[in-house]
């Protein structure tokens, strides 16, 4: 008996050759990064191949760049990905210093969503605050929680309550509590300074769930 032949890899690589995309574009898009090791491409050659199954982790993602339904990639495996569906891009949020107000230019943008997430929203961010994780003009999903609940150590989608002294201020930083329970916003990048957060009563945080990258030319 022959070895077993993994069909989403090979679906996945017909549909790149269809679209007239490349193997190293989609594999930049899931690792997040514009530079891929040996062994990662090796890797994903035997998951287009069929050596290797495709993990499940990438296939919504996958849909997301080929611009299809998960369900045509797992149709022969039977498993349930949420049907992707409409998100609206607010805008630009800063990841620089705050910024005083969203720049609504955008308003009317939508992209492409595959997740179980209910109250999903995206920017687009502009600065390099967050370098070299999120970059300048990356769009940047995040969900909505009551109650915030979220945890020191997330990238967060912040701004304030109507009432407080800064109520314009919006940025993506990274949510930071200190053990005296002060609570800070931390840049990755260590040419800008932390944020105190002088009023935490009034701070309204979104938990970032994905970010997609913009397409470059090499």
Known sequence: MGNKVFTVGPKILKLLDEKGLTQISLIRFLLKKDKIEGKERTRFNRYFNGV?????????????????DPKILLEEKGEYVPSARKIPV??????????????????????????EEENVYAVKAFGDSMETYIFNEDIVIFESLKNNGIEDGEVVHYSYEYGSPDPDDNGIKVFKIREDGSIYLKPLNGEYDNIEVKYPE?????????????????
């Open 90 to 115: 607010l805008g630009l949020s800063s990841c620089g210093v705050p910024s005083p107000c969203f720049d609504f230019s955008s308003i009317d943008e939508t992209i492409d969503y595959v997740g």
């Open 202 to 218: 009034f701070l309204k945080m979104s938990r970032l769930v994905s970010v997609q990258k913009k397409p470059k030319r090499f």
């Open 52 to 68: 290797h199954e495709f993990p499940t982790d990438y296939i919504a993602s996958t849909a997301i760049f080929l611009k299809c």
